[in-house]
């Protein structure tokens, strides 16, 4: 007995499937509508963008209040005399840069610039330090410091003074 060598089979021919349904040809009423719903949509993203955009720049513009607004006050005389400073209010933030003389005959170990920001009746509302850019100020010599705070919109003026890392006072 003898078998065949592959498996045939009667395959039923199965009928064609319907031609699948395309979308239909949008009407020209209906493609005008769909053309103004998509130029309404980007419109209202960029009045969206525009406008965030605008209440932006409004904060930025609002919180970078010019410096001459804040003006210098001087402080009692010490053993660092202050030089030329200069004052920037930024984005919520005060900037105070400038350089200290050191008027003394020995050299001053670890100086630190604090800032107060006052308001109308030279009242303290905000205060700030940092170590001058170098630390130990030779003897007759100069330092840049840079020491920044946050903004307080009560102030209208600022003073610098120096003192000692660990407190106390220069001896």
């Known amino acids: 007995m003898s078998l065949p060598m592959r498996w045939e089979s009667q395959q039923e021919e199965s009928p064609a499937a319907p031609p699948m349904r395309t979308h239909r040809p949008l009407r020209r009423r209906e493609a005008r509508r769909a053309k103004m719903m998509r130029a309404g949509v980007g419109l ?12 932006g720049a409004a904060r930025v513009s609002g919180s970078a209040r010019g410096t001459e607004d804040l003006k210098p006050v001087t402080s009692a005389a010490g053993p660092l005399a202050l030089g030329k400073t200069s004052v920037e209010r ?4 005060v900037t105070v840069t400038g350089s200290a003389t050191n008027c003394l005959a020995r050299p001053l170990h670890q100086v630190e610039a604090v800032v107060e920001l006052l308001d109308a009746h030279k009242q303290t509302v905000q205060v700030e330090s940092a170590l001058v850019a170098f630390g130990n100020v030779p003897a ?9 705070l946050n903004d307080n919109a009560r ?3 600022y003073r610098v003074r120096f003192k000692p890392l660990f407190g106390g006072s220069f001896d």
């Open 44 to 55: 209202i993203a960029v009045l969206a963008v525009c406008g965030l955009a605008g209440v």
């Open 90 to 93: 930024r984005l919520g933030f």
């Open 140 to 148: 007759r010599d100069t330092t840049p410091f840079r020491v920044e």
């Open 155 to 157: 102030a209208v003026a």
